[in-house]
């Protein structure tokens, strides 16, 4: 049974040994294999597994979204239904799940616009990259943002 070592950490090696008795001196590449690896996949994308057990027509499904993500999608019937609440008389604003609504999209409006600056800063730079390693690229580039 391991037991818990200097530091708090588990000693492994005298549980180890009884079936693994590799341990000799540290591997050759021991110095160069990495102690810790985490690795994402797929950083920032959403996998959707789409079935019949959750879709009547998941062929036509995946079709839909390899034009239109669900969060274009959603966001197209959230703007409709926007303009659909901007012309509600005043007394059917008062209703509580309209209030719900507005209060959503006016939270992803905010998201949205928090969004923009990072990517603002990222063009930015990318730009003043381009202008030091390839100014012919750069001289191009500002000539057609110019237009």
């Not at 049974?1 to 341990?23: I, K, L, Q, S, V």
């Not at 966001?75 to 609504?101: K, N, T, W, Y």
């Amino acid at each position: 049974m391991a037991t818990a070592g200097e530091g708090g950490a588990a000693d492994f090696g005298a549980a180890r040994n009884a079936w693994w008795n590799w341990d000799v001196p540290p591997w050759p590449w021991s110095s160069v294999a990495p102690q810790r690896l985490d690795q994402q996949i797929n950083p920032g994308w959403s996998l959707f597994n789409v079935t019949y057990n959750n879709s009547s027509a998941p062929a036509i499904e995946r079709d839909v979204l390899q034009q239109h993500s669900y969060g274009r999608q959603i966001g197209r019937l959230m703007d409709a239904i926007s303009v659909l609440v901007e012309r509600l008389p005043a007394s059917a604003r008062d209703d509580p799940r309209i209030d719900d609504f507005k209060a959503l999209a006016d939270d992803i409006a905010r998201i949205k616009k928090n969004a923009r600056l990072p990517r603002l800063e990222r063009l930015q730079q990318d730009i003043e990259a381009l202008r030091e390693e390839d100014p012919k690229a750069y001289a191009q580039l500002k000539a057609m943002l110019a237009r």
